[in-house]
């Protein structure tokens, strides 16, 4: 059974006061960048979860091969964004890489170690630490899509770390590679 990918690209982004799935780091929309990043790692399908101007995200990744979940209340918390996307992986895949499309030093490498180390474990949550925090991307084992369904609210990942304390097993990355893309500065910053 393979492993699904699901990004989360619906947001508002208020703070950067314009969409910034479609703002470009080295030459590439934030939402492409993470799009390719999945794919690059194996995983399949990738699923793009769309909500704020989805017509212009789905454009940025019209040659890419993704599939598209829509959620109506991407102003809402990231729970219902990550239910949409969970709802749209096959039957047949074991579990999701949950990543964010503004974590934008994430790279198929990181993708593809989760997934290796998805397979090699029996514990249903695999989660990236950097340093002491708990942050995506997160591999879901298809035993915790039902909690995962009932979650409201935001941090589902670390809720799900804490709830589960035995049942995760932790991939360490440098903390930089954390950095996101919330604000004008981040993006200037990142691509400094």
């Known amino acids: 059974m393979g ?85 749209r992986v096959p039957r047949e895949a074991r579990g999701a890489v949950v990543l964010l499309g503004d974590m934008v030093k994430v790279t198929d490498h990181m993708l593809t170690a989760l997934a290796i180390t998805a397979r090699r474990t029996v514990a249903p949550l695999v989660a990236s630490r950097y340093g002491d925090v708990v942050a995506p991307p997160f591999y879901f084992d298809r035993r915790l899509f039902s909690e995962l369904a009932a979650w409201t609210g935001e941090g589902a990942g670390p809720g799900l770390v804490e709830r589960h304390p035995g049942d995760v097993v932790y991939v360490d990355w440098p903390e930089d590679c954390l950095a996101d893309v919330d604000t004008p500065e981040d993006l200037e910053r990142l691509s400094g």
């Open 3 to 87: 492993v699904a990918g699901v990004v989360l690209a619906a947001g508002a982004s208020r703070r950067m006061g314009r969409n910034k799935m479609l703002l470009a780091l080295d030459g590439e929309p934030l939402v492409r960048r993470a799009a390719r990043h999945a794919l690059a790692a194996g995983l399949s399908p990738v699923v793009v979860v769309l909500g704020h101007e989805a017509a212009q995200v789905r454009e940025a990744l019209a040659d890419l091969d993704v599939v598209f979940a829509e959620n109506p209340d991407f102003q809402g918390p990231t729970s219902t964004s990550l239910q949409k996307g969970i709802e």
